[in-house]
């Protein structure tokens, strides 16, 4: 009996890492689909194996779970990771904004990265900082070409298990494989052992770098609906609100919008509170609004 961890699952069989042997194909046992339970990515297992030569077994035991994500479908993620370019391309911050919403929504930490910076220079990327220095989330900036940040970025990977996102053309491959540089050959063993190119995620995989340390790749996005979401909570998903609201007029029930004597956009005004931030709030708070319910 062996145990692993589940780095990929796709059309039927799952793909376990174990620190003793590798890499096992699997299948679920039919008591997991009778009890409701479906295996995720992330997953801590037990598994019997039924053919050591062609690595395959059978998953006897689903281990007890320290997170559960629903977007993407994993579990046992110690925190999110996700990167823009500080420019070429320039940051959609209101998708940047969107990401943080489901993942505050899920209650996970996140890291934000801003990619590149040698190709925006200071200040654009002093001016990115400043817009979440206060949004409760950690920032850093990197530049593969230059080996700024990497270090510290490398530091809080190290030993955790970390779901890196961000849309096409931001630069993850490259600050993956300045961070890991033997990347390449372990990804590249991992996908002939699974039957697949490199660089064509289209499901959540875990990539174990060593240490402890896993990345899973996911597929790049170019849009997010806030799905799940209802407009009266929106604004406790903005840690900067939070401790401002206490002074508003109307304190728990102020939507920081159109209510009078609010201390957030008091705040705005004093440029406490970054406009890009809240301006997205306001979209954000629109569009929920006017979504149709079924």
Do not use: W
């Given at each position: 009996?062996?145990?692993?961890?589940?780095?990929?699952?796709?059309?039927?069989?799952?793909?376990?890492?174990?620190?003793?042997?590798?890499?096992?194909?699997?299948k679920a046992r039919g008591i997991f689909r009778r009890l409701g339970i479906k295996p995720l990515v992330g997953d801590m297992v037990e598994l019997?194996?039924?053919?050591?030569?062609?690595?395959?077994?059978?998953?006897?035991?689903?281990?007890?779970?320290?997170?559960?994500?629903?977007?993407?479908?994993?579990?046992?993620?110690?925190?999110?990771?996700?990167?823009?370019?500080?420019?070429?391309?320039?940051?959609?911050?209101?998708?940047?904004?969107?990401?943080?919403?489901?993942?505050?929504?899920?209650?996970?930490?996140?890291?934000?990265?801003?990619?590149?910076?040698?190709?925006?220079?200071?200040?654009?990327?002093?001016?990115?900082?400043?817009?979440?220095?206060?949004?409760?989330?950690?920032?850093?900036?990197?530049?593969?070409?230059?080996?700024?940040?990497?270090?510290?970025?490398r530091a809080l990977l190290d030993g955790r298990t970390t779901a890196v996102a961000g849309p096409s053309g931001v630069g993850k491959s490259s600050?993956?494989?300045?961070?890991?540089?033997?990347?390449?050959?372990?990804?590249?063993?991992?996908?002939?052992?699974?039957?697949?190119?490199?660089?064509?995620?289209?499901?959540?995989?875990?990539?174990?770098?060593?240490?402890?340390?896993?990345?899973?790749?996911?597929?790049?996005?170019?849009?997010?609906?806030?799905?799940?979401?209802?407009?009266?909570?929106?604004?406790?998903?903005?840690?900067?609100?939070?401790?401002?609201?206490?002074?508003?007029?109307?304190?728990?029930?102020?939507?920081?919008?159109?209510?009078?004597?609010?201390?957030?956009?008091?705040?705005?005004?004093?440029?406490?509170i970054s406009r890009s931030r809240y301006d997205n709030y306001k979209l954000f708070y629109e569009e929920i609004a006017g979504m149709r319910k079924?």
């Amino acid at each position: 009996m062996l145990k692993g961890k589940i780095i990929k699952g796709i059309a039927g069989f799952y793909y376990v890492h174990t620190a003793e042997a590798g890499i096992y194909a699997c299948k679920a046992r039919g008591i997991f689909r009778r009890l409701g339970i479906k295996p995720l990515v992330g997953d801590m297992v037990e598994l019997e194996v039924t053919d050591e030569k062609d690595k395959e077994g059978n998953i006897t035991k689903v281990l007890p779970r320290s997170s559960c994500l629903i977007r993407p479908a994993c579990a046992n993620i110690d925190q999110a990771l996700i990167i823009f370019a500080a420019a070429s391309p320039d940051p959609n911050l209101n998708l940047l904004d969107r990401f943080l919403l489901l993942m505050r929504q899920q209650d996970l930490d996140t890291i934000i990265c801003f990619n590149k910076e040698d190709l925006a220079g200071e200040e654009q990327t002093a001016r990115l900082v400043d817009i979440y220095r206060d949004s409760g989330y950690r920032v850093l900036v990197t530049s593969v070409k230059e080996k700024q940040g990497l270090d510290q970025l490398r530091a809080l990977l190290d030993g955790r298990t970390t779901a890196v996102a961000g849309p096409s053309g931001v630069g993850k491959s490259s600050l993956t494989n300045a961070l890991y540089p033997d990347a390449n050959m372990q990804t590249g063993a991992i996908s002939e052992k699974i039957g697949r190119g490199r660089h064509t995620t289209r499901h959540a995989e875990l990539f174990y770098l060593g240490s402890g340390t896993y990345l899973m790749d996911t597929p790049g996005f170019s849009t997010i609906y806030l799905n799940g979401f209802e407009k009266e909570e929106l604004r406790f998903y903005y840690p900067e609100f939070t401790s401002l609201a206490q002074d508003c007029r109307f304190q728990n029930d102020c939507s920081h919008i159109s209510e009078p004597d609010c201390a957030v956009k008091k705040a705005l005004e004093q440029g406490r509170i970054s406009r890009s931030r809240y301006d997205n709030y306001k979209l954000f708070y629109e569009e929920i609004a006017g979504m149709r319910k079924y």
